[in-house]
């Protein structure tokens, strides 16, 4: 399985940004699609994840009703759109797959077996 992520960059805040998770390697379609994220000095957070089946998601709080979490199952890809971007959403961004659990588990890093190499954000005040 490889995922790789894209859309980072450097951008004020109040901006948008979308970023985007193309998987292969992958069968069958009970997966979970998520992103996490790691701020230099700090925990990698969970920021929000996507059932590949029938779509439902998952966020944290800190982002919800700020970031929309997305799937195309034809391309492999999902997607986090970012808007109102914030100085403390600065961070490497992770897209993760998790091929053996549910949406309820999404938010536990450990439920993941997969991890991409990450992009980074900045968001500058």
């Known amino acids: 399985v490889q995922l790789q992520a894209s859309g980072g960059g450097v951008v004020q805040a109040g901006a948008s940004l979308r970023l985007s998770c193309a998987a292969s390697?992958?069968?069958?379609?009970?997966?979970?699609v998520g992103w996490f994220r790691q701020a230099p000095g700090k925990e990698r957070d969970f920021v929000a994840a996507?059932?590949?089946?029938?779509?439902?998601?998952l966020y944290a709080d800190s982002v919800k009703g700020r970031f929309a979490i997305s799937r195309d199952n034809a391309k492999n890809t999902v997607y986090l759109q970012m808007n109102s971007l914030k100085p403390e959403d600065t961070a490497v961004y992770y897209c993760?797959?998790?091929?053996?659990?549910?949406?309820?588990?999404?938010?536990?890093?450990?439920?993941?077996?997969?991890w991409g190499p990450g992009t980074q954000v900045t968001v500058s005040s």
């Open positions: 993760v797959v998790d091929s053996r659990s549910s949406l309820s588990s999404s938010r536990r890093a450990q439920s993941y077996d997969y």
């Open positions: 390697g992958l069968t069958g379609s009970r997966y979970v």
């Open positions: 996507i059932s590949r089946s029938d779509g439902s998601t």
